[in-house]
């Protein structure tokens, strides 16, 4: 598990992880529970790159809180496949971080996520501290094509 933070550009984050025998499921490929535990790890290397690491958390009793997700599941894992998370931040408020997630795994794109998270601290949110808004904010770039997905309503037939 490695994870690496981006310079100027993106992605602005990158994590890598590679696929468990366990996490194979029934069909021979990677079980939707683990594209979640993965990106989660993703969510987590961002974090600490603007500042919400361990200490942060412990010392200020705060984190960041996910409130909404989007999951895009676009093409199969199979076991053994190395996996890499490019991660770009692409929204920032006072209280909220807005994550994107593109999952490769040999060099195809495999899966995107959105994640919306605030800033909690002491059980309520609060406001991100100002050195996080402005590393976000300097760090932020354009939603890209697929961000602020939702799920279509289907015809009943």
């Avoid at 994590?15 to 025998?21: A, I, K, P, S, Y």
């Avoid at 989007?70 to 408020?93: F, M, P, T």
């Avoid at 890209?144 to 997905?149: E, K, N, V, W």
Wanted: proline fraction near 4%.
């Amino acid at each position: 598990m490695i994870a690496e933070q981006g310079g100027s550009g993106v992605p602005f984050s990158i994590w890598r992880e590679r696929v468990q025998e366990a996490w194979i499921d029934y069909n021979g490929h990677l079980s939707e529970a683990y594209y979640v535990l993965v990106l989660g790890h993703a969510t987590d290397a961002v974090m600490d790159a603007v500042g919400l690491d361990a200490r942060y958390r412990s010392t200020n009793n705060a984190s960041l809180y996910t409130v909404e997700a989007h999951l895009r599941y676009l093409e199969e894992i199979s076991a053994d496949s190395d996996l890499e998370v490019r991660s770009s931040i692409i929204g920032v408020s006072a209280k909220l971080l807005w994550i994107w997630h593109e999952l490769w795994a040999s060099g195809r794109l495999r899966a995107t996520e959105e994640v919306l998270g605030v800033h909690v601290r002491d059980g309520a949110s609060a406001p991100l501290p100002t050195d996080v808004v402005r590393l976000a904010r300097d760090a932020c770039v354009s939603p890209p094509d697929g961000a602020s997905g939702r799920i279509e309503p289907i015809a009943m037939s």
